[in-house]
């Protein structure tokens, strides 16, 4: 399915928010993801399914000083 995802095309090998932060090998940081300008928890990425022409937006906390 192609998705928007911040900004870009990009087609989704999967249905679920944990699939494209996967495929897009961001596992294990701390993110926030909205779709369709709708924050989805992350306790709900496994189960969210997405549908082709979603416009998803993650962004990533990084820390410093």
Not at 21 to 33: D, I, K
């Amino acid at each position: 399915m192609k998705l928007t995802v911040n900004g870009d095309t990009l087609t989704l090998q999967g249905t679920t928010i944990t699939d494209l932060v996967n495929q897009l090998a961001l596992t294990g940081r701390r993110l926030a993801v909205e779709v369709n300008r709708e924050i989805v928890p992350k306790s709900q990425h496994g189960d969210y399914a997405l549908q082709d022409g979603d416009v998803v937006e993650i962004v990533h906390a990084i820390g410093g000083g």
